[in-house]
């Protein structure tokens, strides 16, 4: 079992900058594929970004692409979401997720997931 809880979401305005943090319970944290999807309202959950249980490899989608980090670090059993240059598109809740089995960064099918943490960006 893994349990996640995200934190540092907030309201912001375009260009800004958060660091989002996902802190996870588990023994076998380090295992697991980990990875960042958001919902907007109306909109279908897309993945935002994932990375490799080493942290060797990473995933990003288009639309985030140059603006968004992901990064973990298995000692602290955290990973993290650097946001840069927000836009008023990026306004989401975002879900920390872990993938135990899938290798396909693009594709990770998610066992375990937070709570969710609201991003908002104002124009």
């Known amino acids: 079992q893994v349990q996640l809880v995200e934190s540092g979401g907030g309201l912001v305005q375009a260009g800004d900058s958060l660091r989002l943090s996902c802190a996870a319970s588990?023994?076998?944290?380090?295992?697991?594929?980990m990875g960042w999807f958001r919902q907007a309202p109306g909109k279908e959950r897309e993945l935002v970004t994932a990375i490799t249980w080493n942290g060797g490899s990473s995933y990003y989608a288009d639309s985030v692409q140059g603006r968004f980090t992901i990064s973990r670090d298995n000692a602290k059993n955290t990973v993290y979401l650097q946001m840069n240059m927000l836009k008023p598109e990026d306004t989401a809740v975002y879900y920390c997720?872990?993938?135990?089995?899938?290798?396909?960064?693009?594709?990770?099918?998610?066992?375990?997931w937070g709570q969710g943490t609201q991003v908002t960006v104002s124009s």
């Open positions: 588990g023994r076998t944290f380090s295992s697991y594929t």
């Open positions: 997720a872990a993938d135990r089995f899938s290798t396909c960064l693009d594709r990770i099918r998610p066992e375990y």
